[in-house]
Nanobody, 124 residues
Framework: QVQLVESGGGLVQAGGSLRLSCAAS????????MGWFRQGPGKDREFVAG????????YYADSVKGRFTISRDNAKNTVYLQMMTLKPEDTAVYYC?????????????????WGQGTQVTVSS
């Protein structure tokens, strides 16, 4: 079992930056693959980024590639999402998710553990 708590959301102007954090409980965090998803107003949940358990492999949605960076610090049981050059369309609740083994990082069904989410609002 792992529990996930996101933080770092807020209100930012277009072009600005935010860094989201996802703190995980449990001693097995380092063996979990992690992902970030988001759900904008009136939209379905969508994949944002994923990272393998060692951090050696990362995956991004085309809409955020080159602007967002996912990373993890297994010593701190934390995964991060650095978001740059934010756009109004990035406005959403951002969720981190985890699972011991993931084949398709972009599929929410691969993840068994989810955080409560943190709101990101980008004003134009």
């Amino acid at each position: 079992q792992v529990q996930l708590v996101e933080s770092g959301g807020g209100l930012v102007q277009a072009g600005g930056s935010l860094r989201l954090s996802c703190a995980a409980s449990g001693r097995t965090f380092s063996s979990y693959a992690m992902g970030w998803f988001r759900q904008g107003p009136g939209k379905d949940r969508e994949f944002v980024a994923g990272i393998s358990w060692r951090g050696g492999s990362t995956y991004y949605a085309d809409s955020v590639k080159g602007r967002f960076t996912i990373s993890r610090d297994n010593a701190k049981n934390t995964v991060y999402l650095q978001m740059m050059t934010l756009k109004p369309e990035d406005t959403a609740v951002y969720y981190c998710a985890a699972n011991p083994k993931i084949l398709l990082y972009y599929s929410g069904r691969e993840y068994n553990f989810w955080g409560q989410g943190t709101q990101v609002t980008v004003s134009s």
